[in-house]
Structure formats: C-alpha cells, structure tokens
C-alpha cells in the first residue's frame, strides 16, 4: 500500500502536477496541503476520472487539505473530521478519515490525519505563539486518535524540522523559526504518543529534504528542508518497506516548492 503527502502550493496552478504525478506514482492514498482553493472549485471531476475520490477542506487564497483516495467503492473515505475539537480555528488545516477494511481487502481499518501545520512566522511573533498552542492541540486530538485506532498514520506539511539532519545548514538555520527547541519539543511530544516517523525508520542519513527555497538555486544546490512528514503508529512500524522523497515534481515547470513524500506499507495483516 502506497501513502503518500504533497504540499501542491495551490492546486488551481498545480492540478496538471498532480494529475501527472498520480498517473506515474500510482499511490493508494494521497494528503494535500495548501490547496489554496474553496470547496465548491474543488476538483472532484478531475481526480474521480484519474481514478480517485476526494475528500477536502478548503477556504480561499490560503490553507486547504485534502485526502485522495483510490476509487474502489463509492465511500473509500469515512468518519471525516476537519476541526480539531475545542480549538476555534477557522484555518482550514487538518483532515481526518477512515478507509474501511473491506475497500483495503485487510482486516483493520486505517486511519488517516493530515495536518498542515501553522508556519510561525517567526520565533517570538503572535503567529509563532498560536503555532505552539496549535500543536498542543493536535497532540490531544492525536492522543484520542491513537486510543481509538491502532492503525494510524499522521501526515503532512509540519513546518518543523525534526532534528539538524534535516537542515542543509544547522549553524545557518540555530533556533529560528521551523528549527527552534520549542518547535521541535512540539513535534516530539506528538511523536512521543507512539508515532514514527517513516522515513528516519529506514534512513539515518542527512542531506535529505522535501522543501526548498524558490529563490537562490536552493533546489539546486539541495539547499533544503525536510519538514513534509508521514508518522505512523507503532502497530504500523514493522510493516514499512519503503519510504522516499520524490524530487522529479520539484524539477518541472512551475513547481510547488515541495515535493512529494512516500510511504509503501506491507498490507495490514490480521492481528490474530
């Protein structure tokens, strides 16, 4: 099973991105942050003849998420939740959904988060604040997620930066923002809940990113980032066989400042 999260940076300019992109990687599932679209100019059409459905959570100009999912029954995509509960948060930044065990052909359901996380701004602004807040929220809602499904990914945009391996330059970068302790605390809190992330699972190396600069050659010259994540629960762990950033996206004509990153899953056995 193939799971996969791509920040599109505007789905209005990148859909023939996308479209190309599903057609090559053909992933089971897909999580998409910053659509930047409102739901009603969503383009359901389009992904349902390229063989997905869709779920989305949208508002206009900023934000936006959406799960993608392979088209094998009419209602692959349940039990949606797009607020997280108690936080007042008209930013449309986090999906949740189930995909049933019987459209797997496996005997669990998976359940599915996709989060784009708050940027900050900057370490000390309001903005920056809100994003700690923001992510202690999410903690408790994953904390929920987690006792109620044993099978639980959590993916998607997390403007943080795990750890100096995922900076191309830790001394340039210190404490600032996407990189500060209190940032990374946040992130380790959530993963602390039992969640790992895929890729380090298989790859301890630095140098290796998800996001880059538009200005300076940053693609180039691999001056990046890696802060585009896929989290899986520790029921799922054991079944990660591959986990990779996609850089060709990046190297297309007019591109997200993304790429996309992958998850391939052994499918879920049964746990008797």
């Known amino acids: 099973m193939k799971i996969a999260s791509w920040n599109v940076n505007s789905l209005n300019v990148r859909l023939p991105h996308l479209l190309q992109w599903l057609a090559a990687a053909q992933p089971d599932l897909v999580a998409l942050q910053e659509t930047k679209l409102e739901d009603a100019k969503f383009p359901v059409t389009e992904l349902a003849a390229a063989g997905y459905q869709a779920v989305f959570s949208g508002q206009r100009s900023y934000n936006g998420v959406a799960l993608l999912a392979r088209q094998t029954t009419a209602s692959n995509l349940v039990d949606v939740v797009t607020d997280i509960p108690g ?3 008209p930013q449309r930044r986090i999906l949740a959904a189930t995909i049933p065990a019987s459209t797997l052909g496996v005997a669990r359901p998976l359940r599915v988060v996709n989060l784009y ?24 809602f994953l904390a929920n997620e987690l006792a109620r499904h044993p099978d639980l990914v959590v993916l998607g945009d997390f403007n943080i930066c795990p750890d100096d391996r995922d900076v191309y330059d830790p001394a340039a970068w210190g404490d600032a923002i996407l990189c500060s ?3 990374r ?33 940053a693609f180039r010259r691999n001056m990046g980032l890696r802060i ?17 950033i996609d850089r060709e996206p990046r190297r297309w004509e007019r591109p997200s400042d993304h790429a996309p990153v992958t998850l391939e899953l052994a499918r879920i056995a049964d746990p008797r």
């Open 87 to 89: 936080l007042d948060d």
């Open 117 to 140: 996380v708050v940027n900050g701004k900057a370490v000390g602004d309001t903005k920056y604040t809100y994003k700690l807040e923001w992510m202690a929220a999410v903690k408790a």
């Open 181 to 183: 302790p209190p940032e």
């Open 185 to 217: 605390a946040a992130l380790k809190a959530i993963t602390d809940l039992g969640l790992h992330d895929s890729f380090r699972v298989l790859e301890p190396e630095a140098g290796h990113y998800s996001w880059w600069d538009y200005r300076q050659g």
């Open 228 to 244: 585009d994540l896929i989290l899986v629960a520790e029921a799922l762990k054991s079944m990660i066989t591959s986990a990779a």
